[in-house]
């Protein structure tokens, strides 16, 4: 007993930075522990969950960035910005739906700097800085304006303005390039250049358009003045109408042959001559209205003066003496009548005039001829050989008839509009057509295919996970946990020791007691031996005084005994 309350007031042995590990500190040490590791499988429960972000857009500038954000949150699309903040990160599976949807709400529009650039100038800025903060103001208003235009997506302008010199040889002219960066499958004409040259040319002073040098996404020179002059002198607009026109005449004769021949096997072509003069022409002609034609009267006067025989009178002079004025009639009409008798001309008694204007027939005829006028057209037409099953069973291929191609030129003639009086042509040739080689797909190994490298990535990310959680379960929460609630291996073993210790210590009680109690019992067997062999010798001694002194009683009790067994 002495050992063991010697061995229980022992101190513990220090624990961790020297601290003893009392039964307190040691479960408090144990809790801490157990919380961590909980932690962190939380943490690779939810690495092994969480979607894989990928970079939706990147290098953005604010009012895009708020625009994509609101957008984002209204398609209930998670993201979260990268390290830097210049990138927005989507799940990898949502990247591509969420830029077309983006997309069709024109985001991100671009990240060009305007005039705001001016508001925030510092006090003290050099003229030189100054200068150059309003070029980038100017050229970032600029290339707004130009991404106004639908089929441009972003656009940036670069000017070249040199310095102002008050030598007039030393003067040099300002020069611009534009880089355009066009939606997928949009173009621009040569009419829709135009406009954003001269839109250019006309925002800087004494920029001609000549100096102005338009580029796309893919290097083409899109201000070329010779695309300008080609195509004997034609506008655009002109240059398309006249291939709209040819596409419609294509258009018309496959759509009516295709279901005779099949859409794979006719092909077809048209050249159209368009005249664009545009001519007028002015005719006035005359039409004679005299006897028998039909004629109109303009204007008609007639006068009748009754008096007596002439008298001088009135003013003298010349002026009284002046003959009556002629009466006029046109050339063609009729003769002016003097009815004027002579009798009457004698005496002076009477006179009468009549003067009558016949309309003069005009015709004014302005002829117009409107620009667009189709000259000549001329048809080629391609016509497959006709597939046939035999009586085989097999697929040949032959020829069309006479009749079969008749059929086919005239249907195509109609569909044309084809007139002889303009010298319009058509011609249709039937031949085999070409079939492309068939190249052997490509035997991708399976370890190589992309699903099947994407579907191991996720699977390897839920089993390292999975291995992960394992490994802190097992190895760190549940040994922690049995060290808390007392089931360790140490402590179990510490309870069978003291068990063990117990169970000895019990038994070398029990053998001692039992040691004891075999001592004094003995010591009572021999203390009882000795008083019955006392017992025993004093009954002897009476039993022999009884059978000396009375025989008879002996030899009754010992003939009860005989008769009892």
Do not use: C
Request: charged share 20%; glycine share 6%.
């Amino acid at each position: 007993m002495a050992t063991a309350n010697e061995a229980t007031l022992t101190p513990p042995p220090p624990g961790l930075f020297g601290i003893p590990q009392t039964p307190g500190v040691r479960t408090i040490v144990l809790s801490i522990g157990a919380a961590i590791t909980i932690a962190i499988m939380v943490g690779v429960w939810m690495w092994s969950q969480a979607p894989d972000y990928r970079v939706l857009f990147s290098n953005f500038n604010d009012r895009d960035g708020g625009a994509i954000v609101a957008a984002l949150q209204q398609m209930n699309v998670p993201y979260k910005y990268s390290e830097g903040g210049n990138a927005i990160l989507v799940p990898s599976n949502q990247v591509h739906d969420a830029r077309l949807k983006l997309a069709s709400q024109g985001l991100p529009k671009g990240g060009n700097v305007g005039f705001e650039l001016m508001e925030n100038q510092k006090l003290g800025i050099s003229q030189f800085l100054e200068q150059v903060n309003f070029q980038r103001a100017l050229e970032g208003e600029l290339a707004r304006s130009i991404q106004s235009v639908s089929a441009v997506q972003t656009a940036r302008v670069h000017l070249a303005i040199p310095k102002a010199s008050v030598f007039v040889r030393e003067q040099q002219k300002p020069t611009a390039s534009v880089i355009l960066n066009l939606y997928p499958s949009r173009v621009l004409d040569q009419q829709q250049v135009s406009a954003i040259l001269h839109l250019v040319a006309s925002s800087i002073p004494e920029l001609s358009a000549k100096n102005v040098t338009i580029v796309d996404q893919n290097g083409n020179l899109l201000s070329d003045p010779s695309k300008q002059v080609a195509n004997n002198n034609l506008d655009p607009s002109q240059l398309k109408y006249v291939q709209e026109f040819q596409q419609s005449i294509v258009k018309k004769v496959e759509s009516i042959i295709s279901p005779i021949v099949g859409i794979q096997n006719v092909r077809a072509e048209a050249t159209a001559d368009i005249d664009f003069s545009r001519s007028e022409q002015a005719a006035e002609t005359y039409r004679p209205n005299s006897p028998p034609e039909a004629s109109t009267i303009r204007s008609q006067q007639s006068s009748e003066t009754y008096g007596k025989p002439a008298v001088a009178s009135g003013v003298p002079g010349a002026l009284s003496n002046q003959p009556p004025v002629p009466a006029t009639a046109p050339i063609t009409g009729a003769p002016a009548v003097n009815a004027q008798a002579n009798a009457a001309s004698a005496t002076g008694l009477t006179q009468k005039d009549s003067t009558v204007n016949f309309e003069v027939d005009k015709t004014i005829r302005y002829t117009q001829q409107a620009m667009g006028g189709l000259k000549r057209l001329s048809v080629a037409v391609v016509v497959n050989y006709k597939t046939e099953i035999d009586k085989s069973g097999k697929s040949i291929t032959r020829a069309l008839t006479e009749l079969e191609k008749t059929q086919i030129t005239d249907l195509a003639r109609e569909a044309m509009g084809f007139s002889k009086e303009r010298g319009d042509t058509l011609n249709v040739v039937n031949s085999p057509f070409a079939t492309p080689e068939k190249v052997p797909a490509e035997d991708i190994p399976l370890w190589k295919q992309t699903d099947v490298i994407q579907t191991a990535k996720e699977l390897g990310k839920y089993l390292i996970g999975a291995l992960l959680l394992l490994y802190l379960f097992f190895g760190y929460l549940k040994p922690t946990l049995n060290k808390l609630t007392g089931k360790d291996k140490e402590s179990l073993k510490k309870e069978k020791e003291r068990e063990r210790e117990e169970a000895e210590e019990e038994a070398r009680q029990e053998a001692e007691e039992e040691e004891a109690a075999i001592v004094s019992l003995n010591s009572e067997a021999e203390a009882q031996t000795k008083k019955q062999l006392s017992s025993y010798e004093i009954n002897m001694d009476m039993a022999r005084q009884l059978a000396s002194s009375d025989p008879k009683i002996v030899a009754n009790v010992i003939k009860t005994w005989v008769s009892n067994e």
